[in-house]
């Protein structure tokens, strides 16, 4: 396989060695499937690329990343591993594959020749942060829960916050709290004094979750069983009947999953 | 070639205070071609959930209570910011679009305030008064609602609670109030309130098309229960309200909802409607919807956008077109960091805001650099354009961008080398074109621009949005600097100044 380096946005970053590029074409495992993206060239490229990632082909349309182009992500089987395949407006693709720990994203010129680069994830150790291994402890915890992601911004994380445990509480579901998006620790101490609430501020570092979209608005909650992720957000504020709703539909999903 | 190069062409001194690269007059020509949205600074707290007047003078935002932003103040350098009027209103008042003559805020129950006094009297202003000072002729134009009751120049003298209906009356009730939402004192004139078609979370408010400065219909949509209640509006000379009339309470796309049992069948978030009242956009089974609201309450679906969205803005009505709407939303992409740390969030959280057309079932990041750090709460104003709340990256400032849309769309299709003689000789292949034209926004932001060119989309529109004789005079000045950074790209001069062809 030759590697050669076009001009590119990211060309500030690294490029991997060719050794480890090989070792990512080592394992050979089902999930080439492409996205449904009616114009997609150099496919055979990158299929034989999806086939090494171990996608869970289940693809979900991101909003397009320039006029006239395509992002589809689909999760893997790996939990905080994620695959997500984006093209220009011509039509060639370049595919992602985020870890907790890293970013590989090759890219294909008009002949399909490739390029590699990586980006390692890099958390200072003493920040405030919810990453793919704390919830991985509470996926293998064995117990049904639900995670709150609130922005001081969105005033409305503070207003329906009673209403989301309620609901919880109900269900005997465990709670954990995380802030979306950094914020400024001024206004959320304005915040709090208006609405006199204190909710945890652990930033939302999980590869898994930011994934999921849970940045997206905020509140934003997820509910967890049987040692999997729901498959549908709880988007938005609501009262504590619509919260456990939401809660019950996606539950009975999630036990009845294998 | 980069941050060194803006200290040396432009001098530091053109560097603002905001931390945005608004480009001195000293500067080259197509520094002050390509396109710099107008920031204002927001003075004192931001607030969310903000609302943007149809001419862009105003904004309301919620804080704990909803407040509005008076955007047409400037400071000693002339540079625009935000001066706050406090209100007494709940959180996330929603204006009735269109012309905000009123705005409805929720709370117990939904009271209307006039925009006008609560522009004049701050936290004093209370729900609109209903007082009937039509001229006698105009006042008869009107039929007479059954059960109405309208104070006519002086206080109504009925009692407390004062529901109005009468048993086989409609059920138009409306409530004397003292102060803003609570207790009511007999004596106090009638005001504009509804206590039955109220909401904790989510409701939009806009006039139906058809009206006039004597007559419209408001139409209010709440979450919670998938609802909408239309109000029929007569005005006096002033604008005040004359007389209301509610309509029943209607199911809001119950044919839709109530086609299945779970959540997700019958939940439709997020919803806002259009500024006619005649559409709403909300995330219906994960994925943003646009819906045809018909007038029994009923709906139709237009669009599935196909990606959640947070919640939209729609523009206002042209002739025989549908209105887009505008959005926040992230997108996935490696990039530099400044610090050497690389957190997860900083791949993921890449806002921008989007245009979707279903007119062309197109969408569009609005992605130029500036543009980037979380814009929140876009929204349109009558004359085409986006304003949004966003944080200065550099300053950590919070501001509102003023966005013309018209400057960054329609994009070329980048899809095909355009069909011109030069570009069919110049460029090979599409992907050829389209690195060029990147390149070419890439070439702008790092010798007029402080911002790391870093994103593709963004390279993109910045080129686009170049006066083509500027950028080709760019390209001359600066390729050979371009080219030593790049020395292993195939594009020449005159790829690049062939692409600067296809720019506005």
Known sequence: MTLSRRFSPYSRLAMPTLAFAASVFSTQVLGSALPPIEKIKCQDKLSDTLKTWDSAEDWRRQADPVFNGRAFRTPTHKIGTWIEVQTSPSGLPEAYRTSSAEILHFSWDEKCAPSVETRAFNIPKDEKVFTDADLEKLLKSGKAGAIYVWYPGFDFSYMAYDEFKKAAAARHLDVTVVLGVEANAEEIAQREKTFKLHLDDRRLESVELLNRNLTLHFPNSIVYANGKLAKVNGLGAMDAKLYGSYMDEQLKALKGSK | MRRTKIVSTLAAATLPALGFAQVSGDAPSYCRSGYQPEMIKINGSAGAYMRVSPDGNYAIVSNGTSNILDLTGKDSDGNRVTKEIRTRMNNEAYPVEGNWNYVAAPGGQMSFYRFKDLLEK??????????????????????????????????????????????????????????????????????????????????????????????????????????????????????????????????????????????????????????????????????????????????????????????????????????????????????????????????????????????????????????????????????????????????????????????????????????????????????????????????????????????????????LSLDPKDCVKMVHENYQSWKDQHPSSELSEQHLAVACKTSH
């Open chain 2, 122 to 463: 701050g936290t004093e202003a209370s729900p609109g008064e209903i007082v009937d000072n039509r001229p006698a002729e105009s006042a008869q134009e009107s039929p007479k609602p059954k059960g109405r009751r309208v104070a006519k120049n002086k206080p109504a003298p009925s009692v407390t609670p004062a529901p109005t209906s009468t048993p086989g009356s409609s059920p138009y009730q409306f409530y004397q109030t003292s102060g803003q939402t609570s207790g009511q004192t007999p004596g106090e004139p009638e005001r504009f309130v509804d206590r039955e078609h109220t909401v904790q979370w989510y409701h939009s408010a806009a006039e139906l098309p058809g009206g006039d400065k004597k007559h419209a219909t408001y139409r209010v949509s709440l979450f919670s229960e998938n609802t909408m209640r239309d109000y029929e509006v007569w005005f006096n000379p002033d604008g005040s309200a004359a007389k209301v009339e509610k309509k029943p309470i209607k199911p809001l796309c119950q044919n839709i909802v109530d086609k299945g049992n779970t959540f997700s069948d019958r939940l439709i978030s997020q919803p806002i409607i259009s500024k006619d009242g005649t559409e709403m956009a909300g995330l219906w089974h994960n994925t943003t919807h646009i819906f045809k609201i018909k007038d029994d309450g009923s709906c139709e679906v237009e669009d599935d956008l196909g990606i959640s969205s947070y919640k939209v803005s729609f523009s206002y009505p042209e002739p025989g077109k549908r209105s887009k709407i505008v959005f926040t939303n992230a997108s996935m992409r490696m990039r530099a960091s400044s610090n050497g740390s690389y957190r997860p969030s900083q791949a993921f959280n890449n806002f921008g805001t989007y245009i979707y057309d279903p007119n062309t079932k197109k969408m569009t990041p609005l992605s130029i650099d500036p543009l980037r750090g979380v814009p929140n709460y876009p929204g349109w104003t009558k004359d085409g354009h986006i304003l949004a709340q966003m944080l200065d990256p550099q300053s950590r400032s919070q501001v509102i961008a003023v966005i013309n849309p018209k400057k960054l769309i329609p994009v070329p299709d980048l899809s095909q080398v355009p069909d011109t003689k030069a570009a069919k000789d110049c460029f090979q292949d599409a992907e050829t074109y389209t690195r060029a034209v990147a390149s070419l926004g890439e070439v702008w932001n790092s010798v007029c621009s402080q911002y790391n060119p870093g994103s593709r989309g963004g390279n993109f529109m910045q080129a």
